[in-house]
């Protein structure tokens, strides 16, 4: 897939032909090594309520085993240190030409023989209503691969409207909520190395699919943000954080969903 020098002057420019930015080597393998020891011991002391677990009730589930941590912003300094990382928030700046709002960090451990999450757009959650609503920063912890399940993103996407998910495969997906790409829409996938890290839009089709590796995880730590012209935003993300660190109260949406359903829980 093609990827966009950051030291190059058409980073917006690239990301609004593909709707996605695969930036290589944006943060260095010594702090890539720090935030995977701090969530390693995230993992080992706990945190009541913020340890997201799914109850499909699998014999095996390793997302009990290792769950996904959402909103570890909140009371972990290293966490909002990087959500709030000038090496992201400039590219995002950027890409969403707007001011950020930090909304959101999320850490996924993905062991081996996890399943995936079904392709979907982010801002059918967030519900920002600037523009494409939403911008994910996504940073690989590790090596991502097709063999471990590395998240796939579908070109030109960002460009349609918000589409009513149907029903994903509970064999292969943890989440049921599935966009499938449109006809003459294909996805790629990412392969990223530690540090790598992938920008893309609030209306942008994305997923990943499961991991089939017998020895490799893929760990990552996602940040979301919306821009300054967004005035509204789903309420589980408040509060937002402006880039200076202070909190930012948004209006909770008053229009809805365009599904005619609402779509809770952490995303």
Same mark, same amino acid.
């Given at each position: *897939?093609?990827?966009? %020098?950051?030291?190059?002057?058409g980073l917006r420019a690239f990301y609004e032909e593909n709707g996605y930015l695969l930036i290589r080597?944006?943060?260095?393998?010594?702090?890539?090594?720090?935030?995977?020891?701090?969530?390693?011991?995230?993992?080992?002391?706990?945190?009541?309520?913020?340890?997201?677990?799914d109850d499909s009730g699998e014999v095996v589930n390793h997302c009990e085993k290792y769950p996904r941590?959402?909103?570890?912003?909140?009371?972990?300094?290293?966490?909002?240190?990087?959500?709030?990382?000038?090496?992201?928030?400039?590219?995002?700046?950027?890409?969403?030409?707007?001011?950020?709002?930090?909304?959101?960090?999320?850490?996924?451990?993905?062991?081996?023989?996890?399943?995936?999450?079904?392709?979907?757009?982010?801002?059918?959650?967030?519900?920002?209503?600037?523009?494409?609503?939403?911008?994910?920063?996504?940073?690989?912890?590790?090596?991502?691969?097709?063999?471990?399940?590395?998240?796939?993103?579908?070109?030109?996407?960002?460009?349609?409207?918000?589409?009513?998910?149907?029903?994903?495969?509970?064999?292969?997906?943890?989440?049921?909520?599935?966009?499938?790409?449109?006809?003459?829409?294909?996805?790629?996938?990412?392969?990223?190395?530690?540090?790598?890290?992938?920008?893309?839009?609030?209306?942008?089709?994305?997923?990943? %699919?499961?991991?089939?590796?017998?020895?490799?995880?893929?760990?990552?730590?996602?940040?979301?943000?919306?821009?300054?012209?967004?005035?509204?935003?789903?309420?589980?993300?408040?509060?937002?954080?402006? *880039?200076?660190?202070?909190?930012?109260?948004?209006?909770?949406?008053? *229009?809805?969903?365009?599904?005619?359903?609402?779509?809770?829980?952490?995303?």
């Amino acid at each position: *897939m093609p990827v966009a %020098d950051p030291r190059s002057n058409g980073l917006r420019a690239f990301y609004e032909e593909n709707g996605y930015l695969l930036i290589r080597g944006l943060i260095p393998r010594d702090e890539i090594e720090q935030i995977r020891d701090r969530f390693e011991q995230i993992w080992r002391e706990g945190q009541e309520g913020y340890l997201w677990r799914d109850d499909s009730g699998e014999v095996v589930n390793h997302c009990e085993k290792y769950p996904r941590i959402v909103h570890p912003q909140r009371f972990d300094a290293l966490s909002r240190q990087y959500l709030l990382d000038p090496r992201i928030t400039d590219v995002v700046r950027e890409l969403l030409d707007d001011e950020p709002l930090a909304a959101q960090t999320m850490y996924y451990w993905k062991p081996p023989g996890t399943k995936g999450q079904a392709l979907h757009q982010d801002n059918l959650y967030l519900q920002a209503e600037s523009g494409e609503g939403c911008m994910a920063a996504w940073l690989a912890i590790d090596r991502a691969t097709e063999e471990n399940g590395c998240i796939r993103v579908v070109p030109g996407s960002h460009r349609l409207e918000l589409q009513c998910p149907e029903e994903a495969d509970a064999e292969r997906f943890q989440f049921l909520n599935y966009v499938p790409p449109p006809e003459g829409f294909t996805e790629v996938a990412c392969v990223m190395e530690p540090g790598d890290c992938l920008f893309f839009g609030g209306h942008t089709i994305h997923g990943s %699919d499961p991991n089939r590796s017998a020895t490799e995880s893929r760990r990552s730590l996602i940040c979301h943000y919306i821009g300054t012209r967004s005035k509204e935003c789903a309420g589980f993300y408040n509060p937002l954080l402006a *880039m200076d660190g202070r909190e930012v109260i948004a209006e909770s949406p008053t *229009m809805g969903s365009p599904c005619g359903v609402s779509f809770d829980g952490p995303h």
